[in-house]
């Protein structure tokens, strides 16, 4: 089965612009999340939809970051205006489902961020 | 405050020893702990998932431990080889409906 997919894979762009990242995921899967992963550190929850509606975004810096997912497939996080500190690596991951139960994780290449 | 820790620092083994990496976590209660393997410039792959009522589970040269009480998993990659290099991530699911959260990773290298 294919995998998730996620472009672009690289992208640099000035402090205050903004930048989209597109993922879709596993055919079939209801879950889908968005995870910022700083170097040397563990991705991070932005945000997890379940089919099309938002579960989690606790961690969203909702000021500046935005995230849909049409028709509980394809997802889209936007970022504006972005800062140094985004600077990141922007994973999407999709599972069968999630609560009550917990399912292994799909996870994308990802997007390397580079805000100068 | 809730933390999970795993060997900061890399580990260094020799080719055919058993790996072993350990995760900690404090003020968390999770119901299942799952392992994850990252290659560099790839999105983690997952490996296993151990159950809060499960003390042990295997999967070919891997064996996860779960100990709710000491609040820690043991990760094992037995007969260990250079292409088991990679860093090892574990999270725990914190009964929130299947929200994951990682720890930094311990960076594994096998030297043959």
């Known amino acids: 089965e294919a995998g998730v997919a996620q472009s672009p894979r690289y992208k640099i762009i000035e402090k205050r612009q903004s930048v989209a990242f597109w993922c879709n995921p596993i055919s079939g899967h209801a879950t889908l999340y968005w995870y910022q992963q700083i170097l040397g550190q563990g991705p991070k929850l932005l945000i997890q939809f379940q089919n099309n509606g938002v579960v989690d975004d606790s961690q969203l810096p909702k000021d500046r970051f935005s995230a849909e997912r049409l028709k509980g497939v394809d997802s889209t996080l936007k970022i504006q205006p972005a800062k140094l500190e985004d600077s990141a690596v922007y994973l999407c991951?999709?599972?069968?489902?999630?609560?009550?139960?917990?399912?292994?994780?799909?996870f994308g290449p990802g997007t390397r961020l580079t805000v100068t | 405050s809730q933390k999970i820790e795993q060997n900061s620092e890399a580990l260094n083994i020799q080719e055919g020893k058993t790996a072993t990496l350990t995760c900690n976590y404090t003020?968390?209660?999770?119901?299942?702990l799952q392992w994850y393997r990252q290659d560099p410039g790839r999105g983690p792959v997952f490996l296993l998932l151990i159950r809060e009522n499960e003390k042990e589970k295997r999967k070919e040269r891997l064996k996860v431990t779960f100990d709710t009480t000491l609040k820690q998993s043991l990760f094992h990659i037995t007969a260990s080889q250079p292409a088991d290099s990679a860093t090892y991530l574990c999270?725990?699911?914190?009964?929130?409906?299947?929200?994951?959260?990682f720890g930094q990773g311990t960076e594994l290298s096998v030297k043959p």
């Open positions: 999270a725990l699911d914190n009964n929130q409906g299947g929200k994951l959260i």
């Open positions: 003020n968390y209660s999770p119901a299942y």
């Open positions: 991951a999709s599972s069968l489902d999630s609560y009550p139960e917990t399912y292994e994780q799909y």
